[in-house]
């Protein structure tokens, strides 16, 4: 049951990133502008 209960999200997720594509961008945008941000931090400690 699990298993199927994986798999209807996960194509629920696909779903949603084929109608949101400018919403995608932009999550992955903050994501990486934020992992940027963390590893300038970590250089910054050193």
């Not at 994986?6 to 084929?18: G, L, N």
């Not at 990486?32 to 250089?43: I, L």
Request: aromatic share 10%; glycine share 2%.
């Amino acid at each position: 049951m699990q298993e199927l209960a994986r798999e209807a999200q996960r194509e629920y997720q696909r779903q949603w990133r084929k109608k949101n594509p400018d919403k995608v961008r932009e999550m992955n945008r903050r994501y990486w502008e934020k992992k940027a941000w963390e590893k300038a931090k970590e250089g910054v400690k050193r």
